[in-house]
């Protein structure tokens, strides 16, 4: 039988893996932080539906679980570790920090909705079905250029709509075949996430 001393070995393992736990830690509350000002700023709608009731929620919840997980996480760094763990104890690669280092590396560039540089495939023009309250039931001036199109569908005739007040943020797009005259206001929409995310107008 043999009796090993995992105790230097712990000890040096713990020594060579401090840096990852700071920078684990750093990461589970710097995205939790980043998290909490996209949902306060109202900015967090260019990531992700919050108009989905059950997205919103998530959005909300996974804030205080970042923060605990990097709390918990920062904690396990400073105390005195113990000395009769196995240097092989699990341990975070750099790769997976890398990973998780990605969206507050994405946080660094402007939070704004997608334009027109952004259309790949074209504007998707046909009308939309009501999936959620009828359009016609939201002030125009409230409307989005989503509730704008439900309201065209559910109408079936725009030009009822003429003399309306509009006031929506989008880009301004052209279709080769229209009228110098012509224009179509346009806006990303997406149903789940920005991987689902296209072009409507």
Request: aromatic content about 8%.
């Amino acid at each position: 039988m043999e009796i090993r001393d995992y105790t230097q070995q712990a000890n040096i393992g713990i020594k060579q893996n401090s840096w990852q736990n700071w920078l684990k830690s750093l990461v589970l509350l710097g995205t939790g932080l980043y998290m909490l000002v996209l949902l306060l700023t109202g900015n967090i709608g260019h990531y992700v539906n919050v108009a989905n009731p059950s997205i919103q929620w998530l959005s909300w919840l996974v804030v205080p679980l970042l923060l605990s997980l990097g709390g918990w996480s920062l904690w396990r760094t400073v105390k005195p570790a113990p000395t009769n763990i196995p240097a092989n104890q699990s341990r975070l690669t750099t790769t997976a920090l890398v990973i998780c280092t990605l969206p507050l590396i994405l946080g660094l560039l402007p939070s704004r909705p997608l334009g027109a540089d952004a259309v790949n495939g074209g504007v998707n023009i046909a009308p939309l079905g009501l999936t959620s309250a009828s359009s016609g039931d939201i002030a125009p001036e409230d409307r989005t250029v989503l509730d704008w199109l439900r309201e065209f569908g559910r109408l079936g005739d725009p030009t009822v709509l003429n003399g309306e007040t509009v006031d929506v943020i989008g880009f301004v797009y052209r279709e080769l075949d229209m009228a110098d005259d012509q224009f179509m206001v346009a806006r990303f929409t997406m149903s789940c996430c920005v991987a689902d995310a296209y072009a409507i107008g």
